[in-house]
């Protein structure tokens, strides 16, 4: 089928008519204002219901707030000891399934990330209590390995007993002294996705770790980058163009992280806001507790790369950096465009889906669009309305029930470690020259009109979109992979990269151009037949027939 063929083939209107018509009314009603058609109504787009619960029955993408939690924020951190208060299956199904790394280079050379730990509970432990077998095992995690830090991990059985792990974790920090010992109330079924684990999970690192390091951090240039979590060694390709430009990273939330840089953020003069989604929080708090002002960046996209990397310089507004930046730029383009010509006239006019967890369906369009791709259809698993919409839209929120369930942390200026990174009017004139502070456009302005939108997509949505619409590629997780390769559309996993990666950056450009030209031109998805395509009813016998 051709290319002009396909697009031509759909109206959204009827996309979504046909995504909902198998619905009973009452489902079809909600699922309608979690689908949205991006088209301009007076000047605005049109608002989208998110952050919301998934309607039981339906089989959603998302994961839990335990997921969002240990695995997202804590899961790269790799000299603070997890140890999972609960039943082992939530430890082990947690085990390096996130392919963020590190490279262990750390005072200690310490690395627990490989480990996995937990209080294995059993059923005595559900009826008696597990307290004490929680207060043992950060014992016996302390002998073993004599870490800085013990992060502890409540499961959902945990809250549902009433362990209070906060208390035994404060309790075991002042017996053994030289460990920082905190806990996380990150049951699975805390919040309506793992965006409420995020929080849980920034507020207590806010709250426990960072302001703590003991050493002075006096390097130039020094930032935080905030929502990096180094999958796929991601961040080991950005930490790379920052040493080049001669910028210092003190601390990245959380990719390739390790205690004393967490606990030295506060010594940044500027923080750089990557995955808005997971932590944008945590960049207001460090503004307001410490005085470090905030700025968006992405660097996803070799020209998204040199973008954050200009708005850097022009922040610090200092010469010298802001040659290096020019020089660094102009050292690693020539390659990516040269690979990029390669790939283009292949790539161009392709058709892409992406559907992940939070910031990476938009992200990800910026090398879509570097490669001549469409994205025709994007969409959130938990994402929130400022995800889409844009940042501006969030005193407009609805605090809900379950958004209530998540603590809000109250912050005020340090008595002795807040300091105004820049005065008032230094920062009015970085803003009329264009700098924007402490905002984030979300992914709706930047599709296409008509293109759809859809929040927590499940599996039966993401079948019948590929179905109807076609894309030359979808992207989304290990879950929809096999599904949707079976309906003959190649599959690209955004979430672990499958093996591949790093993406970001200027060397990751590449790496992602050269793997969806071969995803995309590769012909083995046509000669796909699955087997009901070639014999639609299914038959049986017995086997003592
Ligand atoms: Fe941020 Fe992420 Fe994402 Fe996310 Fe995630 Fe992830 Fe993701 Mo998977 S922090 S929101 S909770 S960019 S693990 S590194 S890929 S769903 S789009």
Redesign the pocket.
């Known amino acids: 089928m051709g290319k002009a063929q396909k697009l031509v083939q759909w109206d959204p209107h009827n996309i979504k008519e046909k995504l909902l018509e198998k619905y009973p009314p009452k489902v079809a009603r909600k699922r309608a204002k979690q689908i949205m058609i991006n088209e301009a109504l007076e000047n605005t787009t049109p608002e989208i219901v998110a952050n919301v619960r998934t309607i039981p029955g339906i089989i959603t993408m998302r994961g839990c707030t335990y997921a969002?939690c240990k695995g997202?924020i804590m899961g790269p951190t790799s000299d603070i000891v997890n140890l999972v208060h609960g039943p082992i299956g939530c430890s082990f199904y947690a085990w390096l399934t996130?392919r963020n790394q590190t490279d262990g280079i750390n005072e200690t050379n310490a690395n627990y990330m490989p480990y996995c730990m937990s209080t294995d509970m059993q059923d005595s432990d559900i009826i008696f209590g597990g307290e004490k077998k929680l207060a043992a095992a950060i014992q016996e995690a302390y002998d073993l390995f004599h870490p800085k830090a013990i992060a502890i991990f409540a499961t959902c059985p945990v809250g549902l007993i009433g362990d209070d792990i906060h208390t035994v974790a404060k309790n075991m920090k002042e017996q053994l002294g030289d460990c920082n010992v905190f806990a996380f109330s990150c049951e699975g079924y805390k919040g309506v996705s793992?965006s409420a684990g995020?929080h849980i999970a920034n507020n207590q690192v806010f709250t426990h770790v960072v302001g703590k390091s003991e050493t002075e951090k006096t390097q130039k240039f020094k930032i935080n980058l905030l929502?990096e979590?180094n999958?796929g060694g991601d961040g080991f390709e950005i930490d790379r163009i920052f040493q080049k430009c001669g910028i210092t990273n003190i601390s990245t939330f959380s990719g390739n992280s390790t205690y004393d840089k967490l606990a030295s953020a506060n010594q940044a003069d500027l923080s750089c806001v990557m995955?808005h989604?997971?932590i944008n929080y945590v960049a207001d708090m460090l503004e307001t507790k410490y005085g470090i002002p905030w700025i968006k960046v992405n660097f996803i996209g070799a020209e998204a790369t040199a973008k954050s990397l200009r708005k850097i310089a022009q922040y610090f507004g200092d010469q010298e950096l802001t040659d290096k930046v020019e020089s660094v730029i102009a050292e690693e383009m020539p390659t990516v465009e040269s690979a990029l010509k390669e790939v283009f006239p292949r790539t161009k006019g392709k058709t892409a889906m992406i559907f992940?967890?939070?910031?990476?369906?938009h992200h990800y369009q910026e090398l879509f669009n570097e490669m001549g791709m469409k994205t025709i259809s994007a969409g959130y698993?938990f994402g929130h309305r400022d995800d889409y919409e844009g940042r501006q839209v969030i005193p407009t929120l609805k605090v809900d029930a379950d958004s209530r369930n998540i603590e809000e942390i109250h912050v005020e200026a340090d008595p002795e470690l807040y300091k105004p990174r820049k005065t008032p009017e230094e920062l009015a004139a970085l803003k009329e020259a264009g700098l924007e502070f402490k905002t984030y456009a979300g992914l709706n302005p930047d599709m296409d009109s008509n293109t759809l939108i859809v929040d927590d997509l499940n599996q039966y949505e993401a079948e019948k979109l590929v179905e109807l619409m076609k894309p030359d590629l979808f992207c989304a997780?290990i879950k929809e992979k096999y599904s949707i390769q079976k309906l003959g559309v190649p599959m690209k996993q955004?979430?672990s990269y499958d093996s591949g990666g790093p993406y970001a950056g200027f060397k990751g450009a590449i790496n992602f151009y050269q793997e969806i030209d071969r995803l995309v031109n590769s012909k083995v998805w046509s000669y796909m037949k699955a087997p009901w395509q070639e014999n639609p009813e299914l038959s049986a016998t017995y086997v003592w027939e």
């Open positions: 969002g997202v996130r793992q995020h929502g979590y999958i995955c989604r997971s992940v967890g939070g910031s990476r369906a698993e997780g955004l979430h």
